[in-house]
C-alpha cells in the first residue's frame, strides 16, 4: 500500500495540464486548455482541462477526473500504478508497505504481463552491456550502425543470447510465471519444453506513450534463409501492433513542440534521426499504417511527414497509408531520400543542420508528390493519364474539409493540365459513390430497407423524460463545490398565514454561507438525496468544508475514489462546453454564475422544496382512490394545502425568475 503522505505530495505536486500534455497536443483556451479527445475519434476539440481546477473533462465520450483519473484511463493503470508513474515524473520519493505474496498474487494479468515485459527489457539489456557475448556480438553491432552509449541506453536497446531457453529459465529462476512468459511471446511452450522467441536477436523494447513496455522487436544477425531478419512480439492483451508506434514514448513532446512529425519505417531510421537531433520521429515497425496510429499522432500535431526510402519498391503500396492520413482531416507531406539512401543512412552520414535543410527543401505536398510518381507510369497514354488523375481525385475525397479539398482540386488541374470543372464533376461522383456504399453497408442485412418512391412515415422520436430530482441534485452538489465556503445574503423564507387563513412566505434577510444556508435548509425539510452517489458526494463536501471551512479541490478529489472524482469533474466542467463552442466570438453571452450566487442557491432549494411537494400531491391523490370516504375528506384537505403551498412557492420562483 501507499502511504497517504506519498499520495498527497503527489497530488499537490502534479500539474494535470502538464501530465496530459504528454499525450494531448492543448492549446490555450481562456484560463483553460482545449485540445483532441484521446478517447475518441474526432476533429473538433471536445476536451478540455482546467489548470485552476486540476482536472479535466472529455464532452465527447463523458470521461473525466482528475490527473490519476487520466492515466488509468487512458494508460489503463491502477490507481497505485497511475500514483507510482507520477511520483517518479516528479521525483517524488514512494512511501509504501511491503507486498505479501497473496497480493502479489492478486495482481490482475494484465499487471503481470507488463512486470514480464518490463523484466525481459532489463534482461536484455544487462546482456547487451554486461556479458561477453553480448557485447561481442549485440553491442558490436549497434555500435557498427553508429549508435552511442548514450543512444543504446535511452532506447533501452538489448541482446538476447543464442541460446535456446537462456531468457526463459533465468525468468522462471527469478520466479516469473511460465504463463505470463508465453502469453507475451517472448517464450514459446511446446508440451514440456520452452524456448526462447528471440534468441540470437539484437532486441528493440517498443514502448507506450507513457513508457511502459509492450511488446519487443528483434532483428536476427546472422545469416539465416528460414529465419526473418525482423520479429515482432505477437498480440497480447497489453501489445496491439496496429495500435502502437514505435518511439511515441521518446517523441511525444518534441512533436507537440515541433508541431510536425516525422514517419519513418524502422526501428534503427527512428533512432539515427532521434541521435542526430531530430526527435519529432516516430515509426510503423513495418507494418502498413493504421487509423490507430494516426490517431495517436492527430493527439499531438496535425501535420505529418512521411519519409521513403530512396529506393523503396512498395511506395506506391504506402500511398495507401497517405489516404488514412487525410482521411484523419491531418496535413500531409513526403520526402524521399536520394536513390541508395534512406532515413538511417542519410540521418547518419550527414549533419543536423543538412539533414533539417534537406527535409525542409524536398519535403512535397502529398498532391505534388503524387502526380510526379504516378504521371511517371503514365507518360504519353491518355488512358494512363486519365486513370492517375481519378486516383488523385480519390484521394482528395478522403479529406474531410471542403475548402482544402477546394484548394488541392485547383492544385491537381493545374499540375495535370485539366479543367477545375471535370474536376470538380469527378469528385462530386466519387463523394455521391462513397455515400451510397456507407448507406448500403449500414443497411446490409436489413430486409425493411424502403423501396424508390416508396412512402415513408417518419417515426415519432419520443422525446426523453427529464429527472427533475437528479437535476436538482447535481445542481446542489455543483453550488457546494464552487461556492460552499463562500458567504452571501439570503432572503429566508419563513412559512405564514394571512387574516384570511391563506399561506404566505413572510422574506428574511439573514448572511450565511452557502454550505451551511443548503444544509440547514434541507435538513429542515427532512430531505434526503433520492441519488445514492449524489447522496455520498454530498455527505463528503459537507464533511470537507466543516472540517476545513474551504473546498480545496485537489486535496478533496485526492481523497476521492476514482469514480466520485469523475463524476465531480463532469459537474464541475460543464460549464467548459461554452468555451469550446467559442460563443462569445458568435456574440452569444452566457451569464456567469458568480453573478448572482445567492440567487441560484434560493432558487435550487424553492424548486426542490415545489417539486418534492408537488410529489407528495400525487402520493396523496393516489390515496385518495384507494381509502373510505371517512379518510378522503383528510387526504383531500392535505391536497388543498400542498397546492397552496406549491402555488406561492411557483408565484415565488416567478418573481426571482
Request: aromatic share 10%; net charge negative; charged share 30%.
Amino acid at each position: 500500500m501507499i502511504s497517504r503522505t506519498t499520495i498527497d505530495n503527489v497530488f499537490e505536486t502534479a500539474r494535470v495540464e502538464e501530465v496530459i500534455g504528454d499525450y494531448v497536443q492543448l492549446k490555450k483556451s481562456g484560463s483553460n486548455f482545449k485540445g483532441l479527445s484521446p478517447f475518441t475519434d474526432e476533429r473538433s476539440p471536445s476536451f478540455m482541462v482546467s489548470p485552476v481546477k486540476q482536472i479535466w473533462k472529455d464532452f465527447s465520450s463523458g470521461k473525466g477526473g482528475n490527473v490519476v483519473a487520466f492515466l488509468m484511463e487512458h494508460e489503463h493503470f491502477t490507481y497505485p500504478e497511475a500514483i507510482k508513474y507520477l511520483a517518479k515524473k516528479y521525483g517524488i520519493e514512494i512511501e509504501e508497505t511491503v507486498q505479501t505474496d497473496e497480493q502479489k498474487e492478486a495482481a490482475d494479468t494484465r499487471e503481470s504481463l507488463y512486470l514480464v515485459s518490463e523484466f525481459a527489457k532489463d534482461h536484455f539489456h544487462h546482456t547487451l552491456l554486461n556479458t561477453d557475448l553480448g557485447k561481442a556480438i549485440g553491442l558490436s553491432y549497434f555500435k557498427e550502425r553508429g549508435f552511442t552509449d548514450e543512444t543504446i541506453k535511452e532506447f533501452q536497446l538489448g541482446y538476447s543470447l543464442d541460446e535456446w531457453d537462456a531468457f526463459t529459465s533465468h525468468a522462471i529462476k527469478k520466479a516469473y510465471k511460465l504463463e505470463f512468459l508465453e502469453q507475451t511471446g517472448l517464450s514459446i511452450v511446446k508440451g514440456e519444453k520452452q524456448f526462447d522467441r528471440f534468441k540470437g536477436r539484437v532486441m528493440f523494447p517498443i514502448q507506450s506513450m507513457s513508457g511502459r513496455t509492450l511488446g519487443f522487436g528483434g532483428r536476427i544477425l546472422k545469416t539465416d534463409k528460414k529465419a526473418a531478419k525482423y520479429l515482432n512480439s505477437p498480440e497480447s492483451d497489453i501489445y496491439h501492433k496496429s495500435k502502437v508506434l514505435y518511439g511515441i514514448y521518446h517523441a511525444k513532446q518534441s512533436i507537440a513542440k515541433e508541431d510536425n512529425c516525422f514517419l519513418v519505417e524502422g526501428y534503427t531510421d527512428v533512432i539515427q534521426f532521434y541521435q542526430r537531433g531530430v526527435k519529432n520521429v516516430v515509426s510503423s515497425s513495418g507494418t502498413a499504417l493504421t487509423s490507430e496510429q494516426i490517431r495517436l499522432v492527430n493527439r499531438l500535431t496535425k501535420n505529418i511527414t512521411v519519409l521513403f526510402d530512396g529506393d523503396a519498391a512498395g511506395l506506391r503500396a504506402s500511398l495507401r497509408g497517405i489516404d488514412l492520413i487525410l482521411e484523419q482531416g491531418m496535413n500531409v507531406r513526403i520526402c524521399t531520400f536520394p536513390e541508395g539512401e534512406d532515413p538511417d543512412s542519410f540521418a547518419k552520414n550527414n549533419t543536423l543542420e543538412d539533414l533539417l535543410l534537406f527535409l525542409e527543401e524536398n519535403a512535397q505536398d502529398f498532391i505534388q508528390f503524387k502526380a510526379s510518381l504516378l504521371a511517371t507510369d503514365a507518360k504519353n497514354d491518355p488512358l494512363k493519364k486519365a486513370e492517375t488523375i481519378r486516383d488523385m481525385v480519390e484521394s482528395i475525397a478522403k479529406i474531410p474539409d471542403v475548402i482544402k479539398r477546394e484548394v488541392y482540386i485547383q492544385e491537381c488541374a493545374r499540375i495535370m493540365d485539366i479543367s477545375e470543372e471535370v474536376l470538380f464533376n469527378t469528385l462530386a461522383q466519387i463523394l455521391q459513390k462513397d455515400k451510397r456504399d456507407a448507406n448500403r453497408n449500414a443497411n446490409k442485412g436489413k430486409t425493411d430497407t424502403p423501396q424508390p418512391f416508396d412512402v415513408v412515415k417518419t417515426p415519432k422520436i419520443k422525446a426523453k423524460k427529464v429527472d427533475v430530482l437528479w437535476e436538482l441534485e447535481r445542481k446542489i452538489i455543483e453550488l457546494l463545490l464552487l461556492y460552499g465556503d463562500e458567504e452571501q445574503d439570503f432572503e429566508d423564507l419563513l412559512l405564514e398565514s394571512d387574516e384570511d387563513g391563506k399561506i404566505i412566505l413572510k422574506p428574511e434577510m439573514v448572511t450565511s454561507k452557502v454550505f451551511e444556508k443548503i444544509f440547514l435548509d434541507l435538513q429542515d425539510d427532512e430531505v434526503e438525496f433520492a441519488n445514492d452517489e449524489f447522496k455520498e458526494v454530498y455527505y463528503d463536501i459537507i464533511e470537507h468544508l466543516n472540517q476545513k471551512q474551504e473546498v480545496q479541490l485537489t486535496s478533496f478529489l485526492s481523497q476521492l475514489e476514482p469514480e466520485k472524482s469523475a463524476a465531480i469533474s463532469t459537474i464541475l466542467m460543464d460549464d467548459e462546453k461554452y468555451i469550446l463552442h467559442d460563443w462569445e466570438r458568435k456574440e452569444i453571452y452566457v451569464k456567469k454564475k458568480e453573478q448572482g450566487i445567492s440567487q441560484m442557491v434560493s432558487e435550487t432549494i424553492l424548486n426542490l422544496r415545489r417539486h418534492l411537494i408537488s410529489q407528495k400531491i400525487t402520493e396523496l391523490s393516489t390515496s385518495v382512490k384507494d381509502n373510505t370516504d371517512a379518510d378522503t375528506k383528510e387526504f383531500m384537505q392535505s391536497i388543498i394545502d400542498y397546492q397552496g403551498l406549491k402555488y406561492v412557492l411557483t408565484e415565488k420562483l416567478r418573481r426571482v425568475l
